[in-house]
């Protein structure tokens, strides 16, 4: 997605939909190198040849893939729902809109004939840990004087976050666990890292 990296490596930009059916054929020559000997594939983007790769991964039959998708479109979805193994959406779906993206996700799932069950599923978050509302609104003002919003608009930004307090981010983590979610991605604020993992570890996690 990112057209900086392709402009310099001198690679051409295609698509979003081309790039997600180079994707998808992707997907199919990592397996074949992963589990065999000698791997020949025949795409419209990509060939091999008797194409060898050692050593082989220790998981056996191979690493899981996940995909990674920040608008979960129904390409995308339905890519993962055809060949991924784990699905991560981020970074911005409170729990209402992720479960709609989830019901998409059963569908296509259906249409494979795939129990969605078997597809691990992650949300990528932004996090803060405030010590209470208090801290928050005093942040959350500042950010609004800066930015030109209204508290009802910040809020709003930060449905699919885990801004707030610890009993507010421990909340919203079950609401999201409950839709079937096992794994996160968390993103602190900069040079507040070590302090917030130690935080989700020590007081957070604990009371999932």
Known sequence: ??????DAYGIEYPSASTRIKQLSEAIDIIRHLWTKEKANYTGEFYRLKDAVSFPKPVQKPYPPIWLGTMEAKEKMLTLAAKKA???NIAWSFAPDVYQEKLERINQYCDRFDRDPRTLMLSYGVWARVYRDEQEKNRVWQDI???RGFSMEELAKRYEGSLHGTEEEIIEKI???HKLGIKHFIFM???HQEIESMEIFKERILPRI
Do not use: A, M, S, T
């Not at 997605?1 to 392709?6: A, D, G, N, S, T």
């Open 174 to 176: 079950k609401q999201y």
């Open 188 to 190: 602190f604020p900069q």
């Open 85 to 87: 193994d784990g699905l």
């Open 1 to 6: 997605w990112k057209k900086l990296e392709y």
């Open 144 to 146: 609004c004087d800066r």
